[in-house]
T-cell receptor, first 111, second 114 residues
Framework: NAGVTQTPKFQVLKTGQSMTLQCAQD?????MYWYRQDPGMGLRLIYY???????DKGEVPNGYNVSRLNKREFSLRLESAAPSQTSVYFC??????????FGPGTRLTVT | AQSVTQLGSHVSVSEGALVLLRCNYS??????LFWYVQYPNQGLQLLLK??????LVKGINGFEAEFKKSETSFHLTKPSAHMSDAAEYFC????????????FGKGTTLSVSS
């Protein structure tokens, strides 16, 4: 099992450009999450999906959209990137034991 | 709103000394509690978790934590620090045991000197 995979690992965008961060899990988990990590802030929830076909906003959803394409995949889209979105993005899924499994992260810089 | 407070953004210890990283949570019902570790430029790794079983939880790498409901605390300890323990540690909570997202503390960076 690969667990949770994310692509790309690194990305540099100019202000106003768009991009999609991809996430997939092979553990047959229902719920998936997108977090952002900023220095001194811990991880903050952007969006989550409790099951295939449903998505909900988290603590910091502004400027982002998500798609739960199927049970395995949960993508995060930045329609018009801003420097404030420079961050490390983590995707996660949750198992039946309430443990969250994290991907390796995407380091995004917006100039 | 539920919250997690980690006291001390930076903790420094000598190799062989006791490690104590503090975490307090606010919750009206006993939550599920977690400690994660993050090494530089890596993802998050689960150290240990409390899910309403034994209040003293043992994790990987010699770490343990005790759930104290009366103090709403879940402090992380290790009897003897090792250089390889230097990392950032996050306390997190699932507040209502309904499988919702984690709420994270802001993290504590542990430095270990020889």
């Amino acid at each position: 099992n690969a667990g949770v995979t994310q692509t790309p690992k690194f990305q540099v965008l100019k202000t106003g450009q768009s991009m999609t961060l991809q996430c997939a899990q092979d553990m047959n988990h229902n719920s998936m999450y997108w977090y952002r990590q900023d220095p001194g802030m811990g991880l903050r929830l952007i969006y989550y999906s409790a099951s295939e076909g449903t998505t909900d906003k988290g603590e910091v959803p502004n400027g982002y959209n998500v798609s739960r394409l199927n049970k395995r995949e949960f993508s995060l889209r930045l329609e018009s990137a801003a420097p404030s979105q420079t961050s490390v993005y983590f995707c996660a899924s949750i198992g039946p034991d309430y443990e969250q499994y994290f991907g390796p992260g995407t380091r995004l810089t917006v100039t | 709103a539920q919250s997690v407070t980690q006291l001390g953004s930076h903790v420094s210890v000598s190799e062989g000394a006791l490690v104590l990283l503090r975490c307090n949570y606010s919750s009206s019902v006993p939550p599920y509690l977690f400690w994660y570790v993050q090494y530089p430029n890596q993802g998050l790794q689960l150290l240990l978790k409390y899910t309403s079983a034994a209040t003293l939880v043992k994790g990987i790498n010699g770490f343990e934590a005790e759930f104290k409901k009366s103090e709403t605390s879940f402090h992380l300890t290790k009897p003897s620090a090792h250089m390889s323990d230097a990392a950032e540690y996050f306390c997190a909570v699932i507040p209502n045991q309904a499988g919702t997202a984690l709420i994270f503390g802001k993290g504590t960076t542990l430095s270990v000197s020889s």
